[in-house]
């Protein structure tokens, strides 16, 4: 699988010969990357494209951890390709669940087991995206503030050609959304640097693991020592992985107190009452 990555050992020896700049060989790796992710992993373009971009931050921790032990290089990077898209892809569909929820925002309530779903298909035919057709219903048109509230909630999907139409919504003016939103993102950024330093984690765990899991197999007078040491990491992953889960980037009702400046008991009671009246008038069903 991974003989499309072969000239990266020619590369990788150069490079420690002198003869290659890390600059080059790096700039190597990522454009075999690209055509690894999309020749061996089937990945679409847009997908290969988002999966280059995402791995360009981890070469220097991947690179430092790579030696050789009877394993060549471009199979180490294959091995790496492959659990980092796993984690890419697990990641993509995460954030396509997000966008669905974004529909169901104001259908579903804390600690609620009741699950609502939603026609999509029937919202697919709009040319708005759901969170227009949101704020241009007649009785959330009469309630700016609901209005303010829906864009904060779902503010990671909001493209750039639709503020105008969200602001008049939300009685307000471009520059005061995108302050708003700007606010909000600045309260969430805490999170995102705690889940980005996670997520750098579980890379060198899984780089560990592959080396000790390589080890393993060459190495039988220290089994018992790697299998600890694989144990440990193992360990130590699902840790990270359950304080990963824990940190969710949703926008609380205290967030958007503060970005709105008003009570975080209105917020509450406004979200309750745009999913009982959206329930009732049966908007999404």
């Given amino acids: 699988m991974y003989r499309s990555l072969s000239p990266l050992n020619e590369s990788y020896f150069a ?9 080059q060989l790096r700039d190597e790796i990522l454009i075999h990357s690209y055509l690894f992710a999309k020749s061996q992993l089937g990945m679409s373009e847009d997908q290969s494209s988002d999966f280059f971009l995402s791995m360009q931050p981890y070469w220097q921790s991947i690179l430092s951890g790579f030696a050789y032990r009877g394993i060549p290089f471009a199979a180490y990077i294959a091995k790496v390709l492959q659990l980092r898209s796993n984690a890419f892809l697990h990641q993509e569909k995460l954030k396509d669940n997000m966008r669905s929820e974004a529909f169901q ?3 579903w309530a804390e600690g ?3 699950e609502k779903t939603i026609n999509l298909e029937e919202l697919a035919q709009h040319e708005s995206s759901p969170l227009l057709t949101l704020v241009a ?3 959330m048109s009469r309630h700016p503030l609901y209005c303010r509230i829906s864009v ?8 750039e050609q639709e503020l105008p139409l969200l602001a ?3 009685a307000t003016d471009i520059k005061q959304l995108k302050h708003w939103i700007s606010q909000l993102q600045a309260q969430l950024i805490p999170i995102y640097q705690r889940r980005n330093k996670l997520e750098e984690k579980l890379t060198n765990y899984l780089t560990k693991l592959i080396h000790l899991q390589k080890e393993l197999r060459i190495n039988d007078q220290d089994r018992a020592d790697i299998l600890l040491k694989i144990a440990h990491i193992e360990a130590r992953r699902k840790e990270c992985i359950e304080k990963l889960e824990r940190l969710n980037p949703r926008p609380t009702h205290k967030h958007i107190s503060r970005v709105l400046e008003v009570p975080v008991g209105s917020v509450s009671y406004a979200i309750h009452n745009m999913r009982k009246h959206l329930k009732k008038e049966d908007i999404f069903l």
């Avoid at 490079?15 to 600059?23: P, V």
């Avoid at 904060?152 to 493209?159: K, P, T």
């Fill in 152 to 159: 904060l909630l779902a503010h990671y999907i909001i493209e």
């Fill in 168 to 170: 008049h919504a939300c």
């Fill in 15 to 23: 490079w420690q010969e002198g003869s290659l700049s890390y600059q």
């Fill in 105 to 107: 925002i104001f259908l």
């Fill in 112 to 114: 609620s087991t009741e």
């Fill in 137 to 139: 219903h007649p009785w």
